[in-house]
Protein backbone atom coordinates (compact mmCIF):
# COMPACT_ATOMS: atom_id res chain seq x y z
CA UNK A 1 0.00 0.00 0.00
CA UNK A 2 0.99 3.71 -0.50
CA UNK A 3 0.24 6.83 1.08
CA UNK A 4 0.23 9.76 -0.66
CA UNK A 5 0.62 13.43 0.67
CA UNK A 6 -0.17 16.47 -1.54
CA UNK A 7 0.68 20.10 -0.79
CA UNK A 8 -1.78 22.06 -3.06
CA UNK A 9 -2.92 25.43 -3.46
CA UNK A 10 -6.23 26.08 -1.59
CA UNK A 11 -8.03 27.03 -4.58
CA UNK A 12 -7.48 23.53 -6.21
CA UNK A 13 -8.74 21.52 -3.62
CA UNK A 14 -12.34 21.28 -4.11
CA UNK A 15 -11.80 20.46 -8.09
CA UNK A 16 -9.08 17.74 -7.04
CA UNK A 17 -10.95 16.36 -3.95
CA UNK A 18 -13.96 15.89 -6.17
CA UNK A 19 -11.79 13.68 -9.13
CA UNK A 20 -10.19 12.03 -6.47
CA UNK A 21 -13.86 10.72 -5.16
CA UNK A 22 -15.51 10.63 -8.36
CA UNK A 23 -12.21 7.91 -9.49
CA UNK A 24 -13.30 5.84 -6.57
CA UNK A 25 -10.72 7.46 -3.82
CA UNK A 26 -12.95 8.39 -1.54
CA UNK A 27 -11.24 8.67 1.89
CA UNK A 28 -9.10 11.44 1.85
CA UNK A 29 -7.55 13.87 4.69
CA UNK A 30 -6.97 17.75 4.33
CA UNK A 31 -5.25 19.89 6.56
CA UNK A 32 -4.74 23.67 6.37
CA UNK A 33 -1.16 24.74 6.64
CA UNK A 34 1.20 27.06 6.10
CA UNK A 35 4.55 27.17 4.14
CA UNK A 36 7.70 28.37 2.82
CA UNK A 37 8.87 27.50 -0.55
CA UNK A 38 11.45 28.27 -3.38
CA UNK A 39 8.52 30.01 -5.03
CA UNK A 40 7.41 33.25 -3.21
CA UNK A 41 3.57 34.05 -4.25
CA UNK A 42 3.43 38.36 -4.55
CA UNK A 43 -0.06 38.13 -3.52
CA UNK A 44 1.05 36.43 -0.10
CA UNK A 45 0.40 37.78 3.17
CA UNK A 46 2.29 37.62 6.17
CA UNK A 47 1.30 35.11 9.07
CA UNK A 48 -0.12 36.23 12.03
CA UNK A 49 1.31 32.68 13.58
CA UNK A 50 4.73 32.46 11.97
CA UNK A 51 6.58 35.08 11.08
CA UNK A 52 8.77 33.09 8.55
CA UNK A 53 5.79 31.50 6.31
CA UNK A 54 4.77 33.02 2.93
CA UNK A 55 1.91 30.57 1.60
CA UNK A 56 -1.12 29.15 2.75
CA UNK A 57 -1.11 25.47 1.71
CA UNK A 58 -3.70 22.52 2.35
CA UNK A 59 -1.54 19.28 2.93
CA UNK A 60 -4.19 16.22 1.10
CA UNK A 61 -3.62 12.80 2.53
CA UNK A 62 -4.75 9.33 1.28
CA UNK A 63 -4.01 5.75 1.11
CA UNK A 64 -4.71 2.91 -1.88
CA UNK A 65 -3.34 0.18 -2.90
CA UNK A 66 0.11 -0.35 -4.83
CA UNK A 67 -1.68 -0.91 -9.04
CA UNK A 68 -3.76 2.73 -7.54
CA UNK A 69 -0.89 5.13 -6.63
CA UNK A 70 -0.35 6.01 -10.11
CA UNK A 71 -3.18 7.12 -11.15
CA UNK A 72 -4.01 9.21 -7.78
CA UNK A 73 -0.51 10.95 -9.03
CA UNK A 74 -1.91 11.77 -12.31
CA UNK A 75 -5.31 12.79 -11.26
CA UNK A 76 -3.65 15.29 -8.52
CA UNK A 77 -0.90 16.60 -10.66
CA UNK A 78 -3.53 17.18 -13.40
CA UNK A 79 -6.55 18.73 -11.30
CA UNK A 80 -3.71 21.05 -8.91
CA UNK A 81 -1.78 22.58 -11.99
CA UNK A 82 -2.29 26.02 -12.57
CA UNK A 83 -0.87 28.78 -14.55
CA UNK A 84 1.07 29.78 -12.26
CA UNK A 85 4.61 28.59 -10.11
CA UNK A 86 4.46 27.69 -6.60
CA UNK A 87 1.88 24.32 -7.34
CA UNK A 88 3.11 21.89 -4.51
CA UNK A 89 4.65 18.82 -4.34
CA UNK A 90 3.76 14.96 -3.39
CA UNK A 91 5.21 12.78 -1.78
CA UNK A 92 4.50 8.65 -1.75
CA UNK A 93 5.67 6.67 1.03
CA UNK A 94 5.17 3.05 1.43
CA UNK A 95 2.88 1.74 4.38
CA UNK A 96 3.19 -2.01 5.71
CA UNK A 97 -0.67 -2.12 6.66
CA UNK A 98 -3.58 -0.65 7.76
CA UNK A 99 -6.29 -1.86 10.35
CA UNK A 100 -9.96 -0.83 10.68
CA UNK A 101 -10.49 0.37 14.26
CA UNK A 102 -14.12 -1.03 14.11
CA UNK A 103 -12.65 -4.31 13.08
CA UNK A 104 -9.65 -4.80 14.21
CA UNK A 105 -9.05 -6.30 10.56
CA UNK A 106 -6.15 -5.50 8.16
CA UNK A 107 -7.32 -3.42 4.76
CA UNK A 108 -4.69 -4.30 2.36
CA UNK A 109 -4.79 -6.50 -0.06
CA UNK A 110 -3.24 -9.58 -0.40
CA UNK A 111 -2.15 -10.91 -4.12
CA UNK A 112 -3.43 -14.65 -4.39
CA UNK A 113 -0.25 -15.84 -6.64
Do not use: W
Amino acid sequence: MKEIKAYIKPKRVQVVVESLRDAGFESVTLSKGEGTGAHKDPEASPSLDFHFTDSPIVKLELVCQNEEMEKAVQLICGKAKTPDPGDGIIYVSEIDDAYRIKTGKSIKRFDMK
